[in-house]
């Protein structure tokens, strides 16, 4: 590794409500101890619990690169990532969620491949399904060629949303998240990104357990379908007719799919 003050800073970004004290010190101690150090760790923190709040505020208090966010008032998740987004400094942003745990290279990992992928303008990559006793359960490969992200954004999300890893100029370009389009904000945000001609893929690498307590699908109600539909409609690409037309056509059918069947397809996703 280079002295710190020659690496480029890299700014985490987490949104956190309620978690647990225990995920949340793993997700927050995964970050601060990446073989990567040349970070800042930036929580805006909408939690009501106490044990949340100060577990958060002792991480704050013993480590300098953590800053906390905090609002009189709720602020919602896109809001909150948003408000992190403005306060960050890196020369690369990247997401966190605070019920997760990166791998311990995950950060340098990613400054690799961005440093020998410049053309590449934010990327995700692979993920560990774990459970609440934190146990591997499952993995999630995500399409890394052209072709196979593009057939993948046809039908769902490409992008494993707590692994993107990103250039801040998107930022300095004024893209943040809409704030309209709750549970499908990620993808909103990928889908305008791309429209305007910025380079998304994954690349091929495990980068961090993600925790998921009971049926995933429970989490995937009609209003995230819609707004799945919705965010497509908003972000219709006329260089791309192709694909978006397949991609329209696609969420407004899953809006009609059963849960059970959308259940089956995330459990043989997740090789379950």
């Known amino acids: 590794m280079e002295k710190k003050d020659k690496q480029p800073l890299v700014s985490v970004v987490m949104a956190t409500f309620n978690e647990p004290a225990e995920y949340i010190s793993q997700s927050i101690e ?14 805006a923190d909408d939690s009501t619990n106490e044990d949340t709040r100060s577990t958060i505020d002792l991480y704050a208090k013993q480590d300098s690169r953590v ?3 905090r609002e009189s008032t709720r602020m919602g998740i896109a809001i909150a990532r948003n408000k992190c987004f403005q306060r960050a400094k890196g020369q690369y942003i990247t997401i966190m969620d605070g019920d997760d745990v990166s791998l311990p290279n995950r950060i340098e990992r990613q400054i690799a491949f961005a440093c020998d992928n410049p053309d590449v303008d934010l990327f995700g990559g692979h993920i560990n399904i774990i459970n609440e006793n934190g146990n591997v359960v499952a993995q999630r490969k995500y399409k890394t060629s052209t072709n196979g992200f593009l057939r ?4 769902r999300n ?8 990103f250039k801040r ?21 990928y889908l305008r990104l791309f429209k305007n001609g910025f380079h998304l893929t994954n690349m091929d690498e495990f980068l961090l357990n993600y925790r998921i307590i009971g049926d995933m699908q429970k989490k995937r109600k009609y209003d995230n379908w819609y707004f799945n539909h919705k965010a497509r409609t908003k972000n219709f690409n006329w260089h791309r007719p192709v694909f978006s037309i397949l991609s329209w056509c ?10 059970k069947v959308v259940s089956l397809l995330y459990k043989k996703e997740n090789n379950g």
Do not use: C
């Open 250 to 259: 696609i969420s407004y059918i899953y809006l009609y799919v059963p849960s």
């Open 67 to 69: 800053t906390v966010i």
């Open 158 to 165: 490409p992008l494993a949303h707590p692994t993107i890893f």
């Open 30 to 43: 995964s970050i601060l101890h990446q073989t990567y150090s040349h970070i800042e760790l930036i929580i």
């Open 169 to 189: 100029h998107i930022i300095d370009e004024g893209f943040f998240y809409d704030i309209d389009y709750k549970k499908a904000e990620d993808l909103e945000f």
């Open 152 to 155: 993948m954004f046809i039908f």
